[in-house]
């Protein structure tokens, strides 16, 4: 059974931001600048789970993963622009 999340992050060091943002790309997509709707299995969510613990620094970093139950998505109100991507050139790093 599949399950949502808002993932939403804090990375300190660029290239690592870069990195987590793309693997969240691969699972969900982008609400805001730092945060990811995704939607997965137990199995996904495992695989995400550590291929961002791998990215970062957990002495600099967060990542905290929200759940979204079906109640909860349901009362979900945007005000504006409900959906947010953000250009990569955004994230490039020299």
Do not use: T
């Given at each position: 059974?599949?399950s949502r ?7 300190r060091e ?77 994230y490039d790093?020299?």
């Amino acid at each position: 059974m599949r399950s949502r999340y808002l993932v939403v992050y804090d990375i300190r060091e660029p290239r690592r931001l870069q990195r987590v943002a793309r693997i969240l790309a691969d699972y969900g997509q982008r609400v805001q600048k730092s945060k990811f709707e995704i939607e997965v299995g137990p199995a996904a969510l495992r695989e995400l789970y550590r291929r961002l613990a791998a990215e970062i620094d957990p002495r600099e970093d967060g990542i905290k993963y929200i759940p979204l139950c079906q109640a909860c998505q349901a009362k979900i109100e945007v005000i504006g622009r409900g959906k947010y991507i953000e250009p990569d050139a955004e994230y490039d790093v020299v």
